[in-house]
């Protein structure tokens, strides 16, 4: 990748050093992981994503090669491919997000709405994205896309709904606005006092946002209880105790690339047994079988609503690709 090519897309010129340009097996290593290959996406261009990431974290300044590993590290290395890909608008890309991620936005929007993801509002206000998403300029694909301003750091899916969330407010706040001028000269004649509150209004909640995290960390405890004990012990070494690999493996008598598998073992298990207890709905919120599994969509939201309400990184803990990198100290939250 040419320094000319890194200064097109905002990461530097001749004479802004890349902060990548001496990681290149680094960048290697995590665009194998991304898969990225799987949307024709090219290695260089994923190059230039983790710098756009590297450059918003560490605000172009250089950081330590072990600072910046961890960071690139703990990155969704598959979801910014993703994105990078759907930016650079290959056909695979795009066809995979919108099979994986259309009926999730119009779900959100449902809930944001509360009315039904299949209601027209709904398909509105989810699809209302795709074009600024895609980065159209006159009918081409451009360099404009919204994806470019995913770094990876939180899920697709969250990035996503945030996205969507902000559309909403500022809908209402625009119409809000529409009203004020037709309403002004009532309000000259009538002041209120109230008007700061409704000025800026927030987003409407999610009506069963409570039920889904119910459901979701009953799920989960069950899960958890059903663990093997050597099992439940490595997962309060790592995300209670925040030891590391290495401190793990000494007291388990465990090397830390065991201790890096076996985690990953039962992480992949945990959200296999929980996202299957919730679609057969094997746990329903009073105990009973009264109520229908949730949809693909509604399970989604329960690890969306759950990662934000509970005190662990849900992402980290059940992310497959996860792979907790051994440190020094202790481990960041």
Not at 72 to 97: K, M, N, Q, V
Request: hydrophobic fraction near 35%; charge should be negative.
């Amino acid at each position: 990748m040419s320094q000319g090519e890194a200064g097109k897309d905002g990461h530097g010129t001749g004479s802004t050093p890349r902060l990548l340009a001496e990681h290149q097996t680094l960048v290697d290593r995590l665009f194998a992981e991304s898969e990225g290959y799987c949307w024709k996406l090219t290695r260089d261009r994923f190059e230039l994503a983790l710098e756009r990431s590297a450059r918003k974290r560490f605000c172009g300044e250089p950081a330590l090669p072990k600072t910046l590993e961890d960071y690139l590290g703990a990155l969704h290395l598959r979801d910014l491919a993703l994105a990078s890909a759907c930016a650079e608008g290959h056909p695979e890309a795009w066809e995979y997000f919108m099979a994986t991620y259309r009926g999730y936005l119009r779900a959100s929007a449902g809930a944001m709405l509360r009315c039904s993801a299949t209601a027209p509002a709904a398909s509105d206000l989810a699809d209302s994205l795709f074009t600024d998403l895609y980065g159209l300029s006159e009918g081409q694909p451009a360099e404009r896309s919204l994806f470019r301003y995913f770094h990876g750091r939180s899920s697709l899916k969250t990035w996503l709904r945030a996205v969507l969330a902000q559309r909403h407010v500022d809908a209402i706040r625009a119409g809000r606005r529409f009203t004020g001028l037709q309403d002004e000269p009532e309000r000259a004649r009538n002041t209120r006092r109230d008007a700061p509150d409704s000025a800026h209004p927030p987003s409407p909640p999610d009506p069963h946002r409570e039920r889904y995290v119910t459901l979701f960390t009953r799920t989960l405890t069950i899960a958890l209880g059903l663990l093997a004990r050597g099992d439940n012990e490595r997962l309060r070494l790592y995300y209670v105790e925040e030891l590391t690999l290495a401190e793990i493996g000494r007291k388990l008598d465990e090397h830390e690339s065991s201790v890096s598998r076996n985690l990953e073992r039962i992480r992949r298990q945990l959200r296999q047994d929980v996202e299957e207890a919730l679609r057969n709905n094997r746990i329903a919120a009073n105990g009973s079988s009264s109520e229908p599994g949730l949809s693909e969509e509604e399970i989604s939201l329960c690890f969306e609503y759950a990662s934000e309400d509970a005190p662990i990184d849900l992402d980290n803990l059940f992310s497959p690709q996860s792979q907790p990198n051994p440190k020094a100290g202790r481990r960041e939250p």
